[in-house]
Structures are given as C-alpha cells and as structure tokens.
C-alpha cells in the first residue's frame, strides 16, 4: 500500500521576533550572538598566542558620507533623494520607493521640511553579500535603525530606499542631522568605521544563519581563476612578507584545504603576469599586482554597462580598449558626443558614469565623479569629454616667480610692482588660486595677509591639481541642453551651427556622426529659409552666429521682461557688469546668468561658480576671451 502524507509542507524559519509583536529581534538571540561575537570576531587570538581567524561570516559593506547642510547642501538634499527613488532601481525595474520607521511610502517633503534647518546630514549605503537572501530589506533596514537608535541613545529621523538594479542589492539610508532633544547628532567615528557593520552583520546572522562550511568553501573556490581583486588575494596578499608569498611550510589539517586554494590562485596570478614562482610553495607578488586585479575588475563591470547602453543601438561590436575614458593615459584626448547612458557605477564609493556615442559612433565609457554630477546631465544631450587639468596654472608660474624675487614671499603689492599693467581683478584671482591651495597644505598665510610660497611650489600645484582628479576626473562641457533633433530648428547659436562654420570633411557616417550629418543639412536649409546664410552658401560665419545668439538673447530678455518688471540692457561687448545674479536660464545658445539692477538687467554666458553667490551681488570684467568675476568677500575668479 502506498505511503499517503497528509499535510506535506516545507518549514522555512523566517525573522524571529519577540512574542510581544514587536519588531525587535528576541533578546535571547541578541545575547547569543553578542557572546559568539566575543569570541569568534576576526582577529581574535586563541590560548597560545595563535591567529585564528574567523573563518566564513556574513559580510556587510558600509559605506558613510557626512553632508554639510550649507545652502548647496540642502538643495542637494533634494537631488539626492530624487535620485535614490530614480526609475529603474526598484524590484523589477521599477522606481525605488522611500521609506521610514513606519510607512511604505515616506513622505519626502515632509522629511526635508523637518531637517531644513539641520546642520549636517547622514547618507549611509548598507550593502549586505547576502541580501537576496534576505527575507525583507525594509524590515532589515528597520532593525538596524533600531539597533543605531539603542547604540545611540536616542530616536533618529530617517528615510531609506532599496536598490536592486545591480547584482548586488543595497539600501540607501539617509539619516538627519539632529537628536530627538534637538541637539546635534554626533556619530563617533569608531561606530561608524565598525560600529554599524558589525550591528548589520549580526542582524544578517541572526536571519540566515552562521555561513555553511561548505558554502564558505565554494564561495572562495570560484575567486580562484577570477581576474579581479578578491578575498583570497586579501588574505595571500595580507600574509605575504616584503611581497614574498610562502606556502612551503607544513599545514594543519584543517587548513590543507585554505592552503590549496592559495597555491592554485597563485598559480593563476603567475600565468596572468602578476606573480613569479621562486622555487616550490614560493611566489614572489609583482608590486601593482592589487591595483591591476583592481583595475581588471572595474574594466569587467564597466563593459557590462557598456553593453547594456549600447544594446539598442547595434555598436557593441565597436568596443575596445579605447572605448573606457583613461584621463591619466599619456594620449588622452577629448570626445565630443551625445550621451546615451548614465548612472551610478559604484554606489559605496559614489562614482557615477556617462556613455556616449562619439562622432564617429563609438562608445565611450567615462567616470565623471560622484551622483552630484548627475542631474545636470541627461541623455541625447550633446558634451565634450576632455582629461582634467593636472599641471600647473599660469598664474601658479606667476606666484613662483613673483615669491622667488621677495624671498619666498608673495603679496598683491610684489604683484603689482612686478607688473604695472596687472589689474586688481587679475592679483585677487591670484590671491584666490593660494588661498585654493592653502586649503591643501600647500602653502601658508601669515597674519600680515603676505604668503610663504615655499621653493616647491609648482610640484606642488600640480600635486593639488592631481588631488582634484579623484573628485573630478573627467572634465565635461555641456554645449546644450537642446537635443540634436531640436537643433534643426532653434533660433540661437547652438553647436550644430558651431559645426557648420567648423567641419572640413563629412562625418562618418554611422551612429551618432551619421545623425549628426543628416542635422547638418537639415539645419542649412532652415537657416537659409530664415535668410541666415546665403543660398548656396555652404559654412556659417562668425557674424551670422552673432546674429543668431543675439535674436536669440532679444527673445529671452522680452520674456523676462514681463516677469521682472524691468527692461532688458544687452551686455557691453567688453567693460564691466554689476548687479545682482538672480537665475540662470537654458536657451538654445546655452546657459546664461541673469544680472539683475535696479531697473534693468542683462544676460551674460553662465559659470557654476556664480551659483555660490545666487542671489547676491555680483561684479565682473567683461573680456573678449571671457568675464573675471569679482564675488563677495573678495573673491575673484577668471
């Protein structure tokens, strides 16, 4: 007869909680794991003095950034949360969704209102190896909170959003700046350096268990022929003396299956250039042998990326080593593009990505900086991409040379003795490159307002000019914010007519360089029905450009006009500018600032280093190579 069950069900334990209904893990389990902890923590030396090491635990990366909350920083808040509930990074490509201690569904505004006037603000990335594994990210999110709240000592004001658009989901956690009491909330470094990882790996544990042996075993088995860094080259590398790796010596039993992996991971790195075997169970480490398996790594993701953007476009087979953005190459040079993706490439570390499609329709991948970069950017908007500066400035020739003459010393009167010609506008913009430069340590200034400028001093601008690559390490001009299809027709200077006043020969004819031919002509033959260029006139001139932009500027200044209550006052071909910079507005022939006065203003092109002074009072040199803005306090920029 055969055997029947009656009720055939599969037990799969989920989140323990506490009988009360409460949302707090059990504290029995809590002082379970608290006492393993204590004596299963990595590091932790056994009776006799030997390094045990732990040996597989559910791992967590944590990743803090602390926001000053000055005026950039609270509008950033804004960006910042638009773009963590970006389309696409939910389950299932969906929008990801702000959360709290409480609903689904945040209210954003309400968050931003209540920490509008916080002096700082915490954004911190929870990235669980296991989080698919994971029953619910919100709730574990929840309890990590809680758990911050008790470590804390008081209640925190939060919203989250959860990421699933790498292989890896993470959470997205933004705390505000302030104490249920109202006073500053402070994080001690130590808790955020191991503090909050070791919370989330405990809560990680507590749900799916210690890692099996087993598992531990084939999740290090499959780092062995991967060409990137990985946990077994930590701890090779880590063990290794004056670069020397040594798996000669006799092994435990236990261990003769760490000790294998080892010998065939190097083994591997000796076929891939990165190791030489001295004699047998010794290998000697190349030195850049981390930042190469680093680098491979990285270069593996990005084409991946790559591929996606490109998927719709039938360019992937035109990828190669060129098509990744090297700005520290010794042959770098500038793209000019239209930008088909964007997005996030590393959310621990904040660096985000563009990829555009070059004139002559290749793809080129390019890292920009952090998130903050983002927003201004959008796809079908055309941009050049060019490597960031990384010698000395002109005016860094001029401080070395002034400060050699005065015994190490500069100050505005050594400059103007030194050239009689030099404007004020031009020594201040000098005064502001040391003062940029003081910030780093590169040099001193005294309390007389004169500057030690040390015999160093142009090594080390150009070391503060390579410190800036790691925030910026791609230089990108925005030429519009109108797309390609939209140039055809505007009535402004725009890049398309830039190129039909430059071009020599026709473009390729693929991808982005074939559209960018069709527009061409699409736009002769609209600019010669508006009586811009001549019939069989070919190129556009400088005066026919002028013309343009300017009816274009007419245009903008008779609406704002209307809104303002002032009339429109063209600005002076060169001479000064002054009033008040109110806004920033897109036309086609680009961004421009507007400069308020008391019964007029102007336009003139837009800088970012003005929106530092929205809303203030502003003064300017108006040159034919461009404006020196002198801001408040005395600052003063070319």
């Known amino acids: 007869m055969a055997k029947t069950v ?9 989140r323990i909680r506490s009988p009360s209904g409460s949302r707090k893990v059990t504290s029995f389990f809590r002082k379970v794991a608290r006492g393993a902890n204590s004596y299963g923590a990595p590091g932790r030396r056994a009776g006799g003095g030997v390094r045990q090491r732990h040996e597989f635990f559910r791992r967590v990366v944590v990743k803090v950034h602390l926001v000053r909350m000055d005026a950039k920083g609270a509008s950033a808040q804004r960006l910042h949360l638009n773009y963590v509930e ?94 249920d009491d109202g006073e500053d909330l402070v994080i001690p470094r130590d808790y955020i350096a191991r503090g909050i990882r070791k919370r989330a790996q405990e809560l990680v544990e507590l749900e799916l268990g210690p890692v099996p042996e087993i598992d531990g075993r ?146 080129v991948y390019a890292i920009i900086g952090g998130e903050g970069r983002l927003p201004e950017l959008n796809k079908g908007e055309i941009v050049t991409i060019s490597p960031p500066r990384t010698e000395p400035r002109a005016s860094d020739y001029t401080i070395a040379k002034i400060a050699s003459a005065n015994n190490s010393r500069y100050t505005s009167l050594a400059h103007m003795e030194a050239d009689k010609t030099a404007r004020p506008e031009f020594v201040q913009a000098h005064m502001r490159r040391l003062e940029a430069l003081r910030r780093r340590n590169h040099v001193v200034r005294d309390e007389d307002g004169s500057w030690h400028v040390p015999p160093d001093y ?8 390579q410190e800036m690559v790691a925030s910026r390490p791609a230089d990108i001009t925005r030429h519009s914010h109108l797309q390609l299809s939209q140039m055809k027709t505007a009535i402004g200077k725009t890049w398309l007519d830039e190129q039909l006043r430059d071009f020599d020969d026709e473009p390729d004819a693929r991808g982005f360089g074939g559209d960018v031919e069709i527009a061409r002509a699409a736009r002769r033959k609209f600019l010669m029905q508006q009586g ?70 102007s336009m003139v092109p837009w800088r970012d280093v003005l929106e530092r002074n929205h809303g203030k009072s502003v003064s300017g040199i108006i040159r034919p190579n461009g404006i020196s803005w002198r801001l408040t306090r005395g600052r003063t920029v070319s």
């Open 6 to 14: 009656d009720n055939q069900f599969e037990v799969k334990l989920g």
């Open 86 to 179: 970006r389309d696409g990074t939910g389950r299932d490509g969906e929008p990801a969704k702000l959360y709290d201690e409480t609903a689904l569904e945040a209210d954003k505004d309400a968050f931003l209102e209540r920490g509008a006037e916080d002096r700082h603000q915490f954004r911190i990335i929870v990235s669980p190896e296991d989080a698919n594994e994971l029953q619910d990210l919100t709730a574990f999110t929840r309890d990590l909170v809680s758990e911050m709240e008790r470590d804390l000592g008081t209640k925190l004001d939060w919203v989250a959003a959860n990421h699933y658009d790498t292989g890896q989901p993470h959470t997205h956690l933004i705390i505000s700046g302030k104490r």
């Open 218 to 363: 084939n999740r290090m088995a499959q780092m062995v022929n991967q060409e990137r860094f990985t946990t077994v080259d930590r701890e090779i590398f880590g063990d290794a003396e004056n670069g020397i790796v040594d798996l000669s010596a006799p092994t435990s039993e236990a261990n003769q299956w760490r000790k294998q992996l080892a010998r065939m991971r190097m083994a591997h790195l000796e076929k891939m250039g990165l190791a030489t075997r001295l004699k047998k169970g010794r290998w000697r480490i190349a030195d850049d042998a981390e930042t190469t398996l680093k680098e491979m790594g990285a270069r593996g993701d990005i084409i991946k990326s790559m591929h996606r953007a490109m998927a719709d476009r039938d360019q992937t087979g035109m990828m190669d080593a060129s098509s990744i953005f090297d700005p520290g190459a010794h042959d770098a040079k500038a793209v000019t593009g239209v930008i088909v993706e964007k997005g996030i490439a590393d959310d621990v570390n904040d660096r985000a990505f563009i990829v555009v499609e070059s004139l002559e329709g290749k793809p």
């Open 458 to 465: 142009l090594e080390r601008a150009r070391r503060y000019e």
């Open 532 to 601: 811009f260029i001549e019939k069989d006139q070919l190129r556009l001139n400088q005066s026919a450009l002028d013309a343009l932009q300017s009816r274009d500027l007419n245009a903008a200044g008779a609406e704002l006009t209307t809104v303002l209550g002032k009339s429109y006052a063209p600005a002076p071909e060169t001479g000064r500018i002054e009033g008040v910079y109110s806004r920033a507005i897109d036309r086609p022939s680009g961004r421009f600032a507007v400069i308020e006065r008391a019964r007029d203003f």
